[in-house]
């Protein structure tokens, strides 16, 4: 089974931290996905990755940064928080982007700036 | 760009019904992939599935089918059968295929779906 691992369920961070949320995937996927959740907004793209040390910004990409220096992990960085960056974060890959290539979802984050 | 359009924010339906969800998607690629998820309420994204823009035929997975309209732009998820347990937000998503690397998954605003006894 696709193992995608967040490492946060929740966080509660201040205003102006600089917050990292964790992604793990261990099915050897080259693209992986950063989106948030809101009530009356669906699923938004923040950024995606489609190999190590490459990324793309997706339809919201302001506030936020990414890193994936390893295959498996993907990293979104908040670098300075604000209260307007509460929300869920969801972290997902997929084998390919092609086909019927599904991603697989993380359990969540739920992030409150406070 | 490409853009996914869920109209209904909710719906409720009969247990044992069956219950159309409705989604409309835009793109000017000629390749593309449609997606639908479940979201219930512990969180968690389940992947229901998935119709791909050159397929012949309606994908159908169980109780799950995708009733897919290419000229109007449509891919709208029939559930046959209603039970207690489908229950959930749904979501519709689209991938543009262009045979490149930067091929981003966008969703919609989802559906949640009640169904009653």
């Known amino acids: 089974d696709v193992k995608v691992t967040q490492s946060s369920r929740y966080l509660v961070k201040r205003t102006g931290e600089k917050v990292f949320l964790e992604c793990v995937q261990d099915m050897d996927h080259e693209n992986m996905f950063w989106y948030r959740q809101d009530p009356g907004l669906g699923l938004r793209l923040i950024y995606f990755s489609y190999d190590v040390k490459m990324k793309e910004k997706g339809d919201i990409p302001e506030g936020y940064s990414v890193s994936r220096e390893k295959k498996e992990r993907f990293s979104l960085i908040l670098e300075s928080a604000s209260t307007n960056q509460t929300s869920m974060y969801l972290c997902?890959?997929?084998?390919?982007?092609?086909?019927?290539?599904?991603?697989?979802f993380g359990q969540g984050t739920r992030l409150t700036v406070v | 760009a490409q853009k996914i359009t869920q109209t209904q924010p909710g719906m409720f339906v009969q247990e044992k019904e069956a219950v159309t969800l409705d989604c409309t998607y835009d793109?000017?690629?000629?390749?593309?992939?449609l997606f639908w998820y479940k979201q219930p309420s512990s969180g968690e994204m389940i992947f229901l599935i998935y119709?791909?823009?050159?397929?012949?035929q309606n994908a159908t997975e169980g109780r799950y089918s995708l009733n897919f309209q290419k000229a109007r732009k449509s891919a709208n998820l029939v559930i046959s059968a209603s039970q207690l347990g489908d229950s959930a937000m749904y979501f519709c998503?689209?991938?543009?295929?262009?045979?490149?690397?930067?091929?981003?998954?966008?969703f919609g605003t989802g559906t949640l779906l009640a169904v009653q006894p």
């Open positions: 998503a689209m991938r543009e295929d262009r045979g490149g690397a930067t091929n981003k998954l966008i």
């Open positions: 793109t000017s690629d000629p390749s593309y992939g």
């Open positions: 997902a890959s997929s084998l390919g982007t092609a086909g019927n290539t599904e991603a697989f």
């Open positions: 119709q791909g823009s050159y397929d012949q």
